[in-house]
Protein backbone atom coordinates (compact mmCIF):
# COMPACT_ATOMS: atom_id res chain seq x y z
CA UNK A 1 0.00 0.00 0.00
CA UNK A 2 3.21 1.89 1.02
CA UNK A 3 4.19 1.76 -2.58
CA UNK A 4 0.83 2.73 -4.66
CA UNK A 5 1.15 5.96 -1.93
CA UNK A 6 4.90 6.94 -3.52
CA UNK A 7 3.49 6.27 -7.00
CA UNK A 8 0.55 8.86 -6.41
CA UNK A 9 2.43 11.21 -5.17
CA UNK A 10 5.28 11.14 -7.41
CA UNK A 11 3.31 10.79 -10.61
CA UNK A 12 1.33 14.02 -8.96
CA UNK A 13 4.13 16.30 -7.48
CA UNK A 14 7.73 14.81 -7.76
CA UNK A 15 7.66 13.87 -11.62
CA UNK A 16 4.58 16.13 -12.74
CA UNK A 17 3.71 15.47 -16.17
CA UNK A 18 3.89 19.25 -17.31
CA UNK A 19 6.38 21.01 -15.10
CA UNK A 20 9.09 18.37 -15.03
CA UNK A 21 8.02 16.20 -18.17
CA UNK A 22 7.02 19.16 -20.51
CA UNK A 23 3.96 16.93 -21.66
CA UNK A 24 0.47 18.86 -21.75
CA UNK A 25 1.96 21.75 -22.51
CA UNK A 26 -0.48 23.29 -25.16
CA UNK A 27 -3.46 23.19 -22.81
CA UNK A 28 -1.49 23.93 -19.82
CA UNK A 29 -0.39 27.40 -21.75
CA UNK A 30 -3.56 27.41 -23.87
CA UNK A 31 -6.62 26.95 -22.16
CA UNK A 32 -4.67 28.38 -18.74
CA UNK A 33 -6.17 32.21 -18.91
CA UNK A 34 -9.34 31.41 -17.20
CA UNK A 35 -10.06 29.82 -14.19
CA UNK A 36 -13.26 28.05 -14.41
CA UNK A 37 -12.69 26.57 -18.57
CA UNK A 38 -9.02 25.30 -16.94
CA UNK A 39 -10.58 23.68 -13.92
CA UNK A 40 -13.01 22.30 -16.19
CA UNK A 41 -10.67 20.78 -18.31
CA UNK A 42 -7.99 19.51 -15.95
CA UNK A 43 -10.53 17.41 -14.33
CA UNK A 44 -11.78 16.11 -17.66
CA UNK A 45 -8.22 15.21 -19.25
CA UNK A 46 -7.65 14.09 -15.22
CA UNK A 47 -10.56 11.36 -16.36
CA UNK A 48 -9.73 10.48 -19.77
CA UNK A 49 -6.31 10.16 -18.36
CA UNK A 50 -7.14 7.63 -15.85
CA UNK A 51 -9.47 5.74 -18.20
CA UNK A 52 -6.78 5.43 -21.25
CA UNK A 53 -4.40 4.46 -18.63
CA UNK A 54 -5.60 1.61 -17.58
CA UNK A 55 -7.95 0.34 -20.44
CA UNK A 56 -4.13 0.68 -22.30
CA UNK A 57 -3.20 -1.30 -19.59
CA UNK A 58 -5.60 -4.05 -20.37
CA UNK A 59 -5.33 -3.72 -23.97
CA UNK A 60 -1.44 -4.21 -23.57
CA UNK A 61 -1.12 -6.95 -21.23
CA UNK A 62 -4.24 -8.89 -22.17
CA UNK A 63 -4.31 -8.47 -26.16
CA UNK A 64 -0.85 -6.81 -27.59
CA UNK A 65 1.58 -8.80 -25.25
CA UNK A 66 -0.03 -12.34 -26.05
CA UNK A 67 -0.49 -11.76 -29.84
CA UNK A 68 3.10 -10.50 -30.04
CA UNK A 69 1.68 -7.22 -31.38
CA UNK A 70 3.75 -4.55 -28.90
CA UNK A 71 4.57 -3.16 -32.41
CA UNK A 72 0.96 -1.45 -33.15
CA UNK A 73 0.97 0.07 -29.07
CA UNK A 74 1.36 3.71 -30.51
CA UNK A 75 -1.73 3.51 -33.02
CA UNK A 76 -3.82 1.09 -30.72
CA UNK A 77 -3.03 3.95 -28.02
CA UNK A 78 -4.26 6.46 -29.41
CA UNK A 79 -7.45 5.04 -31.03
CA UNK A 80 -8.40 3.96 -27.20
CA UNK A 81 -7.73 7.77 -26.18
CA UNK A 82 -9.77 8.66 -29.39
CA UNK A 83 -12.78 6.33 -28.36
CA UNK A 84 -12.31 7.72 -24.44
CA UNK A 85 -12.51 11.35 -25.22
CA UNK A 86 -15.71 10.86 -27.44
CA UNK A 87 -16.92 8.87 -24.53
CA UNK A 88 -16.16 11.57 -22.21
CA UNK A 89 -17.88 13.93 -24.18
CA UNK A 90 -21.21 12.14 -24.71
CA UNK A 91 -21.16 12.05 -20.54
CA UNK A 92 -20.41 15.78 -20.20
CA UNK A 93 -22.51 16.59 -22.84
CA UNK A 94 -25.27 14.25 -21.38
CA UNK A 95 -25.13 15.33 -17.21
CA UNK A 96 -23.65 18.55 -17.76
CA UNK A 97 -24.91 20.87 -20.88
CA UNK A 98 -22.97 23.69 -19.17
CA UNK A 99 -19.77 22.12 -18.60
CA UNK A 100 -19.93 21.01 -22.19
CA UNK A 101 -20.66 24.53 -23.63
CA UNK A 102 -17.78 25.92 -20.99
CA UNK A 103 -15.33 23.49 -22.42
CA UNK A 104 -16.52 24.13 -26.03
CA UNK A 105 -14.15 23.09 -28.43
CA UNK A 106 -11.31 22.01 -26.13
CA UNK A 107 -12.91 19.03 -25.33
CA UNK A 108 -12.28 16.67 -28.47
CA UNK A 109 -8.98 18.67 -28.27
CA UNK A 110 -7.81 15.83 -24.99
CA UNK A 111 -7.30 13.30 -27.61
CA UNK A 112 -4.03 14.99 -29.30
CA UNK A 113 -2.68 15.87 -25.35
CA UNK A 114 0.46 14.09 -25.44
CA UNK A 115 0.66 13.62 -21.60
CA UNK A 116 -2.76 11.36 -22.08
CA UNK A 117 -0.64 9.10 -24.75
CA UNK A 118 2.79 9.62 -22.28
CA UNK A 119 1.33 8.64 -19.40
CA UNK A 120 -0.74 5.53 -21.31
CA UNK A 121 2.94 4.56 -23.09
CA UNK A 122 5.04 5.29 -19.62
CA UNK A 123 2.84 3.17 -17.43
CA UNK A 124 2.78 0.48 -19.90
CA UNK A 125 7.08 0.67 -19.94
CA UNK A 126 7.11 0.60 -16.15
CA UNK A 127 5.54 -2.50 -16.06
CA UNK A 128 2.89 -1.57 -13.44
CA UNK A 129 0.51 -3.90 -12.41
CA UNK A 130 -3.14 -2.79 -13.12
CA UNK A 131 -3.97 -1.04 -9.68
CA UNK A 132 -0.26 0.44 -10.10
CA UNK A 133 -1.16 1.75 -13.49
CA UNK A 134 -4.38 3.10 -12.04
CA UNK A 135 -2.65 4.95 -9.55
CA UNK A 136 -0.10 6.15 -11.47
CA UNK A 137 -2.58 7.68 -13.98
CA UNK A 138 -4.60 9.28 -11.35
CA UNK A 139 -1.66 10.96 -9.61
CA UNK A 140 -0.78 12.18 -13.26
CA UNK A 141 -4.28 13.29 -13.76
CA UNK A 142 -4.20 14.83 -10.19
CA UNK A 143 -1.17 16.78 -11.24
CA UNK A 144 -2.56 17.77 -14.33
CA UNK A 145 -5.53 19.39 -12.84
CA UNK A 146 -3.73 20.87 -9.90
CA UNK A 147 -1.06 22.83 -11.91
CA UNK A 148 -3.37 24.14 -15.04
CA UNK A 149 -6.14 25.35 -12.00
CA UNK A 150 -3.12 27.01 -10.26
CA UNK A 151 -1.46 28.39 -13.57
CA UNK A 152 -4.75 29.55 -14.30
CA UNK A 153 -5.49 31.50 -11.16
CA UNK A 154 -1.98 32.61 -11.21
CA UNK A 155 -2.77 34.29 -15.08
CA UNK A 156 -5.96 36.16 -14.04
CA UNK A 157 -4.12 37.33 -10.62
CA UNK A 158 -1.57 38.46 -13.11
CA UNK A 159 -3.80 40.04 -15.92
CA UNK A 160 -5.44 42.56 -13.38
CA UNK A 161 -1.82 43.20 -12.20
CA UNK A 162 0.87 46.34 -13.31
CA UNK A 163 2.86 44.30 -15.32
CA UNK A 164 5.63 46.33 -17.49
CA UNK A 165 4.41 46.46 -20.97
CA UNK A 166 7.45 44.53 -22.14
CA UNK A 167 6.50 41.67 -20.17
CA UNK A 168 2.80 41.49 -20.64
CA UNK A 169 0.83 38.51 -22.11
CA UNK A 170 2.75 35.25 -23.06
CA UNK A 171 6.10 36.74 -21.37
CA UNK A 172 5.00 36.77 -17.67
CA UNK A 173 2.85 33.75 -18.23
CA UNK A 174 6.25 31.64 -19.45
CA UNK A 175 7.79 33.67 -16.36
CA UNK A 176 5.36 32.38 -13.50
CA UNK A 177 5.57 29.12 -15.23
CA UNK A 178 9.16 28.82 -14.65
CA UNK A 179 8.69 30.23 -11.52
CA UNK A 180 5.76 27.54 -10.61
CA UNK A 181 8.19 24.65 -12.26
CA UNK A 182 10.66 26.06 -9.29
CA UNK A 183 8.05 25.32 -6.61
CA UNK A 184 7.55 21.40 -7.95
CA UNK A 185 10.82 20.88 -7.62
CA UNK A 186 10.94 21.22 -4.01
CA UNK A 187 9.02 17.87 -4.26
CA UNK A 188 11.69 16.36 -5.67
CA UNK A 189 12.87 15.11 -2.17
CA UNK A 190 9.58 13.37 -0.79
CA UNK A 191 9.78 9.87 -0.11
CA UNK A 192 13.47 9.91 0.39
Excluded: K
Excluded at 31 to 42: I, Q
Excluded at 51 to 69: C, F, K, M
Excluded at 115 to 141: D, E, K, N, P, R
Amino acid sequence: MGDLGLILVSAALVNNFVLVQFLGLCPFLGVSDRYPPATALGLATACVLSLTAALAHGVEHWVLAPLELEFLRLIVFITLIAAVVQFTERVIRATSPVLHAILGLYLPLITSNCAVLGVAILAVGQQLSFFGTLVYSVGAGVGFALVISLFAALRERLSRAAVPSAFAGIPIALVSAGILALGFMGFAGVGR
